[in-house]
Nanobody, 128 residues
């Protein structure tokens, strides 16, 4: 059983930056790909960004390319989401999720149904 805890959310002005963290416990962290998803009020949860178990591959939603980056430190069991040039439309609850590393590639990491463990989420609010 893997437990994921997000932190780093908050209120920021448009154009600003935030860094979210996803800390894992209870499993072998390198056995899992990690994805970040977000859900805005009245909208479905959507894929934002993902990273393979080794950190060697990353995947981005078109809406965040050039603004968001993801990295992981397997020694610290933590994944980081650096969000720059934030826009009001980035406002949402951001959740990290863990997916078995038996999966690979863009399709798998973007498919929320293939994730087994989810954090509780952290609110990100971008004011205009």
């Amino acid at each position: 059983q893997v437990r994921l805890v997000e932190s780093g959310g908050g209120l920021v002005q448009a154009g600003g930056s935030l860094r979210l963290s996803c800390a894992a416990s209870g499993g072998t962290f390198s056995n899992y790909n990690i994805g970040w998803f977000r859900q805005a009020p009245g909208k479905e949860r959507e894929f934002v960004i993902g990273i393979s178990w080794s950190g060697g591959s990353t995947y981005y939603a078109d809406s965040v390319k050039g603004r968001f980056t993801i990295s992981r430190d397997n020694a610290k069991n933590t994944v980081y989401l650096q969000m720059n040039i934030l826009k009001p439309e980035d406002t949402a609850v951001y959740s990290c999720a863990a997916q078995s590393n038996q999966y690979s590639g863009s399709y798998a990491l973007k498919e929320r149904k293939l994730y087994s463990y989810w954090g509780q989420g952290t609110q990100v609010t971008v004011s205009s």
